[in-house]
């Protein structure tokens, strides 16, 4: 099992909700990153997913593409996110790293390479926005193979048919998009995850996480009522781009934040 | 039928059923669109089957588009190259000015005959915003066009076209802001409202069935040049040449032809300033396989897998990705691709005006290009057929810029 899978399943053992947090690697600037990824976990945070910036990020909206190009000006590559990853591990053994992309830069890296290096990493999952489960086969094998476990997505309209093969597909936990659109789009509707949380739930023996849409405490309070887990990113990523020229009080309000939403969740 | 690569299918049996062309093509998409192009693939088989969706598609592809185009022997370009007797199908005539209409009118009904109320389109050019904002029209649909904002800069006249035809143009401001761009942002929408609209994608590229269905309806190009070809001359063509962006007025002209293996399929991409530069369009020659737009194709990228600035005079051509049909025939060597550069797609604009009354659109000069050269190194008693798939009224601002001409 991988050190994704353990901490879930130690967090349900002791009746708690998860809370992810996803930031883009190398936004605003490369030397920011690993100390806010410290500063998340300082803060609460159980899993971090670290975005890797791309020229096409197709199903972002507009505060996370900006944070991409905010990164690509720094030519940030894929290659840069392990690196990142790997001074993160020397000083953190315990917190999973998911890292967050789009296939591209994986493909040009090469699958087997990718694998490998992000393992060595410590690298623990991948959420490729735009590698459904059907496209996945080679990739997931490999990842498997070096102990990264690879997370697939379930959407609002997806079907119960196709919902049973992406949670059999998916390890470490399955992710729930609340939200017909790009990331932090329109408002959350509790009522409607809900719903669609007591369908999927009986498809998957895997924690489900909730993420696009989840904004503050009491979103993040309402979604693990019915969830296993928030995922926050469009929110933090947000706040991060209005402290981007004051690097100290970016880390303080996003420290100040997460805090919030974990004192909203526990 | 074995193609070269021994492999006993027929071309006409690609794409397999999970949407892939070989290696190329498939569904690189986000989940939230998943359902929707399942929807579309379910929709769309079923109403190539109907035959009220048929009639009323025959009915407007005659009465609205102008169907048959022509295919027109040009006797003094013939002349003039020395060789080949070169014949050109004129798409250039198509009402809107180019084969983009062929498309947007089969995917116009497909969005009636599935209650979608709203389409949506990206374009780099205009032609095929204009072309979608043209058949919005025509089925009371309402449109939205997404277009880079540096695009809206380069091509006020399509612009003010779209507008004039009822459809709202979006500016796009992010990336290059460019026709990829505009595709990204597009595709967002489409994420957003799948409920009441359906997402018109103007080329055969984009994830599984619209590089299918594209091709489809273009496909009458070829089907249509092919029967004239007969009629007019006897046979076949030994070759057949059209322009790659995307790639979908070559996969309508090619289709047909695909498995008549001695007719030579040739696509013209974009040079820019010279393969050599960095600066171009030319995928197919110089780029590699990868994922973009939701299919494996290949790809201009850099080192790192970022998407790269492409460059090309003709904003139809200036497309990192390729159609993965494409991708396709030149790894099963069905189909040659070359590419032209910036400098001999303008001669030949020139040239086909000068010399046959012709204005031809800057995509379509780089097929006249190579066509000229192939015919000149061929015999008088072979013939080629060079698709002119637009008219270049659009692209005189553009040239007339070069000749230091302001016609604002």
Not at chain 2, 90 to 110: F, M, S, V, W, Y
Not at chain 2, 183 to 195: C, F, G, K, S
Not at chain 2, 271 to 282: K, P, T, V
Request: proline share 4%.
């Amino acid at each position: 099992m991988g050190m994704l899978s353990e901490r879930l399943k130690s967090l349900a053992s002791n009746n708690k909700k998860a809370l992810v947090a996803y930031i883009v690697a190398g936004d605003p600037e490369p030397g920011v990153t690993v100390p806010l990824m410290h500063r998340l976990v300082e803060n609460g945070v159980d899993v971090i997913e670290l975005g890797v910036p791309f020229s096409d990020p197709e199903a972002e909206g507009p505060v996370i593409q900006l944070a991409h190009e905010r990164a690509l000006a720094h030519n940030v590559s894929l290659g840069n996110c392990l690196e990142m990853a790997a001074e993160f591990r020397q000083a953190d053994q315990v917190t999973p790293i998911v890292l967050m992309g789009y296939l591209n830069p994986v493909e040009t890296m090469g699958y087997e390479n990718f694998a490998v290096k992000a393992a060595s990493a410590g690298v623990n999952g991948t959420i490729i926005v735009n590698l459904p489960p059907e496209e996945a086969v080679d990739m997931s094998a490999i990842l498997e193979s070096n102990d990264i476990e690879p997370v697939y997505l379930l959407a609002p309209t997806t079907t119960d048919e196709r919902a049973r093969m992406i949670c059999q597909a998916s390890k470490g936990f399955v992710y729930y998009v609340s939200l017909k659109g790009t990331t932090g789009a329109g408002n959350l509707d509790i009522n409607d995850v809900s719903e669609k949380m007591e369908r999927f739930k009986k498809l998957s023996e895997l924690p489900i996480m909730v993420g696009f849409g989840v904004k503050d405490g009491p979103g993040a309070r309402a979604i693990v009522q019915v969830a296993d887990g928030a995922v926050v990113g469009s929110a933090i990523v947000k706040l991060m781009a209005e402290h981007k020229d004051d690097l100290k009080k970016l880390s303080d309000e996003v420290g100040q934040f997460v805090s919030e939403l974990r004192a909203a969740i526990d | 039928m074995s193609n070269l690569d021994g492999n006993n299918e027929s071309l006409f049996a690609y794409p397999d059923e999970s949407g892939h062309f070989g290696q190329f093509g498939g569904k690189f998409v986000s989940e939230t669109l998943m359902a929707a192009l399942q929807d579309l693939e379910s929709e769309y088989y079923r109403l190539r089957q109907d035959i009220t969706f048929q009639e009323e598609l025959q009915r407007d592809l005659s009465e609205y588009v102008g169907r048959a185009s022509p295919l027109y022997f040009a006797k003094r370009l013939t002349t003039q190259a020395g060789g080949a007797k070169i014949y050109l199908k004129r798409e250039d005539l198509n009402h809107t000015g180019a084969h983009k209409i062929n498309n947007c009118i089969g995917q116009a009904l497909l969005a009636k005959y599935m209650g979608k109320p709203r389409v949506i389109a990206e374009t780099g050019a205009g032609q095929h915003g204009v072309a979608s904002a043209t058949v919005a029209a025509r089925f009371g649909l309402e449109c939205q066009v997404y277009m880079g904002s540096e695009d809206i800069k380069r091509q006020s006249l399509n612009v003010y076209r779209m507008k004039l035809l009822g459809a709202e143009v979006v500016p796009v401001h992010s990336g290059s802001k460019t026709l990829k761009d505009a595709l990204n942002e597009a595709m967002r929408d489409w994420v957003t409202n799948v409920d009441d609209t359906h997402y018109i994608i103007g080329t055969v590229a984009g994830p599984h069935p619209y590089p299918m269905l594209v091709r489809n309806f273009q496909a009458i190009i070829g089907e249509e040049t092919k029967r004239q070809f007969a009629e007019q001359h006897g046979g076949l063509p030994n070759a057949v040449v059209a322009c790659v962006g995307g790639g979908s007025n070559a996969m309508g002209i090619f289709y047909p032809f695909l498995e008549d293996r001695e007719v030579r399929l040739i696509g013209v991409e974009a040079a820019g300033y010279g393969l050599a530069s960095g600066r171009h369009a030319a995928p197919l020659n110089e780029g590699a396989v990868g994922v973009l737009h939701g299919n494996r194709t290949y790809l201009m990228g850099d080192a790192n897998g970022q998407i790269v600035e492409t460059h090309s005079i003709s904003a139809g051509l200036d497309y990192p990705g390729v159609g993965p049909e494409h991708a396709f025939l030149k790894d099963v060597r069905r189909a040659e691709y070359v590419a032209v550069d910036d400098t001999e797609a303008l001669d030949a604009f020139r040239a086909l005006n000068k010399l046959e009354g012709i204005l031809p659109a800057l995509e379509s000069s780089h097929a006249v290009a190579y066509g000229l050269k192939l015919a000149s190194k061929m015999d008088p008693d072979e013939s080629i057929v060079i698709n002119l798939s637009g008219r270049g009224d659009k692209d005189i601002p553009t040239v007339a810029k070069l000749d230091g001409i302001s016609i604002d």
